[in-house]
């Protein structure tokens, strides 16, 4: 058996995921990111039955939120960046993995995946356990922050203080740096699906419109921002008046939008300062010149660099590429994995 896995790991390609609460991200060894799908599966209600024989995972299932019939159900498996469906979770990860090789036989790839910082071990020992069964021959664990930070270009093994910020869909993770080890950090359950769940909240009692999550999502990415420009905008927003239960729309402007987003956004904002007031002296020193690196899909939030630079007292950039900061990192550590073996976590540890 294990001269099996040996020979099927040599006809696997290697890959780092970045298995978020809103989207999943495969990176790929000179390839770069190969596959950015949301963390969505369609499901026959009360089973765990992948509709579209097995197909119906990411893009395709992310289309049903909100609009299946009673007999089906479109799950996201992951709550607050940690497993909360593990049977989902791995029909998920089968799928992308599968997708990836263009096969759904004989793969046996070794993989990194980004977890939050701060789990627990039963909680990590799910993602082993998906990954294993979704096909993986050896899987290795890494700290978001810690391999957004590699994913950014960071330098973070030498010995300077970086300190990341990443905002994903379920989790932000904050994290000071220094020798590749993480200093100090915390993981937040507030991020972009709060962000959304403000605006529909907003929405409700505001404007007495019910929306769903994805037109929630859209509000955010198209007029959301947290700092005034001077250039406010407005949009048509539809959905279900909540007094009549009829269709209708409304005008929703962008200076109301960002109050509503400042709410979660202070929390946030509170564990980077909780973060920095347990950093050691001299490694605040050097963050006064590293500054704070935005990574994940909230850093696009439009403002947030600047509002943050003001409330935290320290220069904040977005990283390139902030969403695939922590795919990229994740296949920079396999490729190089005996560099990097001691700070990457395997199930042999456990």
Known sequence: MLGLNYLL?????????DLGTANTLVCVRGEGIVLNEPSVVAVRKGTTEVLMNGQAVG??????LGKCPSGIEAIRPLKNGVIADFDITEAMLAYFIGKVHNRRW???????????TGITT??????YNSAERAG?????????????????GLPIQEPIAHMILDIGGGTSDIAVTSLAEIVASRSIKV???HFDEAIIEHLRRLHNLHIGEQTAERIK????TVAPDGDEVAMEVKGRDVSTGRPRGCIVRSDEIRDVLLGPLALITRGVIEVLEETPPELSADLVDTGLVLTGGGA?????????EEEVGLPCRVADEPINCVARGTAMLLEHLDRYASILESNDQL
């Open 9 to 17: 790991g040599l006809l696997s390609v290697d890959m780092g995921i």
């Open 59 to 64: 893009h395709s299932a992310k289309e049903m």
């Open 106 to 116: 004989g793969v046996r790839p070794r993989v990194v995946i980004g977890v939050p």
């Open 122 to 127: 039963v909680e990590k020992q799910a993602v």
């Open 136 to 152: 993986a021959r050896q899987v290795y664990l890494i700290e978001e922050p810690r391999a957004a930070g590699i994913g950014a």
């Open 191 to 193: 991020a972009g699906d």
């Open 221 to 224: 990415v198209q007029i959301g």
């Open 300 to 308: 696009l939030l439009r403002g947030l660099d600047s509002f943050l």
